[in-house]
């Protein structure tokens, strides 16, 4: 069955550096978009960037300039390096999958991907 594992979440001072990693199996991963989600909280689950099967990357504003989509598709898994930090970057992160058939890549919103990995968290101190 489709499985998505996190890791690499921790806790970093502000301005610090994560690298997210999300593990797929039973699934083609080359045949998928992905995507990267966040939720702090009591906040609302909120899309952190996207990336295709061509590779094309898309990003929240909060993030751009600073957060990094990648995928190995050798290696099935898909990455989110983390840069400059801030604590209202706190949050569970998780990764999603979509398959490109259903037309919706690129998509920020997580109510289109059927496939969602259990988390993980990321804390930022000030």
């Known amino acids: 069955q489709v499985q998505l594992v996190e890791s690499g979440g921790g806790s970093v001072q502000s301005g610090g550096s994560l690298r997210l990693s999300c593990e797929a199996s039973g699934f083609t991963f080359s045949n998928y978009c992905m995507g990267w989600f966040r939720q702090a909280p009591g906040k609302e689950r909120e899309g952190v960037g996207t990336?295709?099967?061509?590779?094309?990357?898309r990003y929240a504003d909060s993030v751009k300039g600073r957060f990094t989509i990648s995928k190995d598709n050798a290696k099935n898994t898909l990455y989110l390096q983390m840069n400059f930090l801030q604590p209202e970057d706190t949050a569970m992160f998780y990764c999603?999958?979509?398959?490109?058939?259903?037309?919706?890549?690129?998509?920020?919103?997580?109510?289109?991907?059927?496939?969602w990995g259990q988390g993980t968290q990321v804390t930022v101190s000030s």
């Open positions: 990336i295709s099967i061509d590779g094309t990357t």
């Open positions: 999603a999958a979509v398959p490109v058939m259903w037309g919706a890549c690129g998509t920020l919103s997580g109510k289109v991907y059927p496939y």
